[in-house]
């Protein structure tokens, strides 16, 4: 019923900077809602996650350097200090119908497997 809508993907500089944003209609319904990644041949990623009470989670590899946050109508991911590493697809994500299990945020992997995804932006960040 929530259909994320990711923007803000692009190519940029290594140590550059982007902002992802996300909107959804029915956003304001979610508790859970995040961004994970997936380059290549790899495994999707979990990026980042915000709870209802404003208690946020991110991947060690991002700390210090992507912010998560959100207003009433728009989910958004700060990136700063970027690294050819974290060339990826951006997905947005919401929690499902009924929220996730045990209602929890913090686990990642939660909002990848059980969450309603966008369709996603595209993030390359060049050396």
């Known amino acids: 019923q929530v259909q994320p809508v990711e923007s803000g993907g692009g190519s940029v500089q290594a140590g550059g900077s982007l902002k992802l944003s996300c909107v959804a209609s029915?956003?304001?319904?979610?508790?859970?809602m995040g961004w994970f990644r997936q380059a290549p041949g790899k495994e999707r990623e979990g990026v980042a996650s915000i709870a209802g009470d404003g208690s946020t989670t991110y991947v060690e590899s991002v700390k210090g350097r992507f912010t998560i946050s959100k207003d009433k109508n728009t989910l958004y991911l700060q990136m700063s200090s970027l690294k050819p590493e974290d060339t990826a697809m951006y997905y947005c994500?919401?929690?499902?119908?009924?929220?996730?299990?045990?209602?929890?945020?913090?686990?990642?992997?939660?909002?990848?497997?059980?969450?309603?995804w966008g369709q996603g932006t595209q993030v390359t960040v060049s050396s």
């Open positions: 029915g956003f304001i319904y979610s508790y859970c």
């Open positions: 994500a919401l929690d499902p119908p009924g929220g996730l299990p045990g209602n929890v945020c913090y686990k990642l992997s939660y909002l990848i497997e059980f969450g309603v």
